[in-house]
């Protein structure tokens, strides 16, 4: 077992005998309301002591742990010694009593800040961060042994509840040296936050500024309980709204600590750093303020003067209003500039391509100048997808990404690189507008891409389609008509030369001829345009499935259509039911042709083994092209229960 986790151990043993007397001490005074108390210190010092416990099973060998135990037993400690005192002053009390011990803990309130201030010292390795580190921490602690003692000898009545109790080590004016102590502890506190900011200057990578930053934010919290406790001396004459100070201290440092080494990435630390820091500020600014104001319109108009107060608040209040913004401004420019450059960024790319002098699509190069990240990746959600993609068509994981929205969709995701701090949300938010453009753009050029392709595979069809009705007329009907000629010339010339033909005979092989070259450019004709579109898309579908080799099942639910659109319609239909038979070994087709106003919507379904897909150069591509060009569409997809859907949305608008 390591020696911070027997410290740890030992914190705990050490507060239950605390909370033991506690309850001894409640008994002995016998105020209920006093065992509301104790649950409260049970209760606040719960964070701590979870922290301590967080931290050390996660680093057994780091001392940031055990601190942070301490600062939870400091909260029993602090009850207890309270409540035995008070117990004491409550007489008669059957308590046990030590003048000794009473006399050698006047400044046990230094325990609310020596944890923390360790915590700082040994933040994030449990090891001090250089000399001066080291040397403060040996310090902190011996100063405030050296305060107690001197204190204890100190001339003066002891610090209430039991100011008149016997002083057993007499009183020296050597006592006089708790106070020069008291201030060198305040110079060790100091330091104790200078360290971290050394720390954080020698911070290697982002990630390690990160978690740094949030110690910087739990630090605030003390001189924000020192604020209230000026507060308390201002409007009540007593410290008691430090109290809340303490509270909040004992909750903010240990909970920073544990997401600082444990989730450092569960919020934005940055804003939270800024807006801390300027309510700090501005209550800092109001207290002053009102203290001031009080005192001179109270002088001017009266002792206690209630129009004093009103004029006092009504002018803090108005400063407050523009004095807000101001300080989130200035402190987010001072406190985070990494967010400020990212935005600025953004917002300059946004103006030159707003005045046509720059391109969207270097949103990924400006955030990475911006946000120093040269690992930075931006991705854009591609089209029907979920998947993202950056300008150059490369996948970008959504995982560890901070998405960009634009009225409440996602059109993109900023991925940090590798070891680099997250992702300011304020820089996301203001990429929503480029990142859209840029995904409309790609989605525009794809679709134009694609187009283009679409139209060179058209001409490339109608090309080869020409070629093969001109080899098919050479070989066939041009063919027999030439030699039906050749013949009927040959019989003329030998008309001439007085051998008569039988003319018989060459009538009937040159209408022979004929009927064999008309019925081959009606097949070539049957070819451009099926015959049976004469009578109509639904008689045609018909025929179709009288020739059709499997059970086929045709619902159609169309008027009068253009030409165009039924032939497409039945090429649909056709190349479906023939890719069933073909390649899907399927039992049953079923054909579903149904018009709604200005569309056609055309599925051939099939319970085949599946598997059909637009492949270029394959039939259906050629067949999703024909769609296309109507400004249709055609798409594959696997049935849920086996087989292939081939579905075409082909506009019908006269």
């Not at 020596?114 to 040397?135: E, K």
Request: proline share 6%; hydrophobic share 50%.
């Amino acid at each position: 077992m390591t020696w911070p986790r027997r410290a740890t151990y030992g914190l705990w043993a050490a507060s239950a005998a605390l909370l033991v007397l506690a309850f001894l001490a409640v008994r002995d005074k016998g105020h209920p309301a006093d065992a509301w108390v104790v649950g409260g210190s049970i209760l606040c010092s719960a964070i701590p002591f979870t922290a301590g416990h967080l931290v050390t099973r996660h680093d057994p060998s780091n001392w940031v742990g055990p601190w942070l135990t301490a600062a939870g037993a400091n909260i029993i400690l602090q009850m207890a010694h309270g409540t035995w005192a008070e117990a004491l002053a409550d007489a008669p009390s059957g308590l046990a009593a030590s003048a000794e011990l009473l006399n050698l803990t006047q400044g046990i309130w230094m325990g609310w800040f020596l944890p923390f201030a360790m915590v700082l010292l040994l933040f994030p390795d449990g090891r001090p961060a250089d000399t001066w580190g080291r040397r403060t921490a040996i310090a902190l602690p011996a100063l405030v042994v050296a305060f107690n003692l001197l204190l204890a000898i100190a001339p003066g009545p002891l610090t209430p509840p039991l100011p008149d109790w016997p002083r057993p080590f007499g009183t020296h004016w050597i006592g006089y040296a708790s106070i020069p102590v008291l201030i060198a502890f305040y110079a060790a506190l100091v330091a104790a936050a200078l360290s971290t900011r050394r720390r954080y200057r020698a911070a290697g990578t982002d990630l390690q500024r990160s978690r740094l930053r949030w110690m910087f934010l739990s630090c605030l919290s003390v001189p924000a309980t020192i604020l209230l406790c000026w507060a308390g001396y201002l409007l009540t004459g007593t410290p008691i709204f430090a109290l809340g100070g303490l509270v909040a201290m004992n909750v903010a440092i240990p909970t920073a600590t544990l997401i600082a080494m444990l989730r450092h990435d569960l919020y934005d630390v940055d804003r939270a750093l800024v807006a801390t820091a300027a309510y700090s500020t501005l209550a800092f600014g109001v207290v002053t303020s009102y203290g001031v104001l009080s005192a001179v319109i109270g002088r001017a108009l009266g002792g206690d003067s209630a129009t004093a107060a009103v004029i006092s608040t009504v002018i803090v209040m108005i400063a407050l209003l523009p004095a807000r913004s101001i300080l989130l401004r200035v402190l987010g420019r001072r406190l985070h500039p990494r967010r400020e450059r990212g935005v600025a960024a953004v917002r300059s790319l946004v103006a030159a391509v707003h005045a046509g002098a720059d391109q969207p699509e270097r949103l990924e190069e400006v955030l990475r100048q911006g946000l120093r990240d040269p690992g930075l990746r931006v991705g854009y959600q591609r089209p029907g997808s979920t998947d993202f993609v950056d300008v150059g068509q490369r996948p970008v994981p959504a995982e560890g990404s901070i998405p960009i929205t634009l009225a409440r969709n996602v059109v993109g995701v900023i991925r940090p690189g590798d070891g680099a701090a997250g992702i300011p949300e304020e820089v996301a938010r203001e990429a929503g507008l480029l990142a859209e453009s840029v995904r409309l753009r790609g989605e525009l050029s794809e679709a134009l891409s694609a187009v283009e392709a679409s139209r060179r595979r058209l001409l490339s069809a109608g090309y080869e389609e020409r070629r093969r009705l001109e080899m098919d007329l050479h070989d066939g009907a041009q063919q027999r008509l030439v030699s039906l000629g050749m013949r009927l010339r040959v019989a003329q010339h030998r008309a001439d030369g007085g051998d008569a033909p039988n003319l018989d005979a060459l009538v009937d092989g040159a209408v022979g001829e004929l009927a064999l070259a008309v019925a081959e450019l009606r097949q070539i004709a049957h070819g451009l345009r099926p015959s049976c579109l004469d009578d109509g898309l639904a008689p045609a579908l018909e025929s179709l499935a009288r020739s059709c080799a499997l059970p086929l099942d045709i619902t159609c639910s169309a008027d009068e259509l253009p030409d165009h659109v039924s032939l497409t319609a039945y090429y649909v239909a056709s190349e479906g039911v023939a890719n069933a038979v073909k390649h899907a070994t399927a039992s049953r087709v079923a054909v579903h042709v149904q018009q709604e106003e200005s569309i056609v919507h055309v599925a051939v379904r099939d319970d085949g083994r599946g598997g059909a897909r637009l492949t270029p150069g394959s039939g259906l591509a050629m067949l999703s092209d024909r769609v296309n060009a109507l400004g249709g569409r055609l798409t594959v997809s696997p049935e849920p229960r086996g087989g292939t859907s081939l579905e075409a949305v082909i506009p019908c608008a006269s």
